[in-house]
């Protein structure tokens, strides 16, 4: 699962750079380098491309304008110079708007827009299975996670129960010692779970049903972990476990 990009900039300097810093993040692959939107429109004709790092200020075509003459559009951030053209590319709906000289962090931060507004843009992949003569969708058993860096595999039945952190989640599994540590909310987790046997039993905790060990007052346990129930969801968890059995 990596975003196929090109790099656009009339400067051989800079259009290095942005050549190392997509070969720097994994989830980035660099399918062309283009020094005007000529060659890119070359490259465009012939590879799939998910994300183009756009420059601006270009002799014979400003990138603004090719943008805009694209029929098929993937995904672009402006690498620029120049802070003039921000209003513009709001308009014509880019990822970020990055200023050189970029550094590393910031690039990082503008990749990880883009892959998120990929990923948003995702159909579900719904393997189908026949019941009593019928199709009907499977759901998938995994989803995936940035985690420094890279994407990584969670496998939905090997969750315990997960732990909310204002802008970050932690993933506790039956499979891994730790907890796999992620940028997210829990409302986000949550989604990726609808439909199946796991419940938000607090403001900042959700748990596998068929996980839980023993349950008393306002407590659940999993394993070696205690995890508060609160009284809005008591009933719920009651009627969940009672059907799980």
Known sequence: MKLRCIAVDDESLARKLLEENIRHLPFLELVGSCKNPFEAMEVLQREPVDLMFLDIQMPGMLGTKFLSSLREKPMVIFVTAYSNYAVESYDLDVVDY??????????????????????????????????????????????????????????????????????????????????VLTKSTLKS????????????????????????????????????????????????????????K
Do not use: C
């Not at 550094?103 to 507004?117: C, G, I, N, P, V």
């Not at 315990?160 to 730790?178: C, S």
């Open 189 to 244: 987790i949550e989604e990726k779970l609808q439909g199946r046997k796991f419940l938000r039993v607090h403001k900042s905790f959700i748990v596998n049903v068929l996980k839980v060990e023993s349950i008393r007052s306002h407590q659940l346990t999993i394993g070696t972990h205690e995890v508060p129930v609160s009284e809005a969801n008591l009933e719920e968890l009651m009627r969940m476990l009672n059907h799980s």
């Open 98 to 179: 990055l200023m050189k000289p970029v550094s590393m962090e910031r690039f990082t931060k503008a990749a990880y827009k883009a892959l998120d507004a990929w990923q948003k843009k995702q159909p579900a992949a719904s393997p189908v299975v026949a019941v009593a003569g019928q199709a009907v969708a499977e759901q998938p058993d995994h989803f995936f996670v940035n985690v420094e860096y890279a994407l990584v595999k969670i496998s939905i039945p090997d969750i315990t129960h997960i732990e909310g952190m204002k802008d970050y989640v932690k993933i506790f599994l039956t499979t891994a010692k730790r907890p």
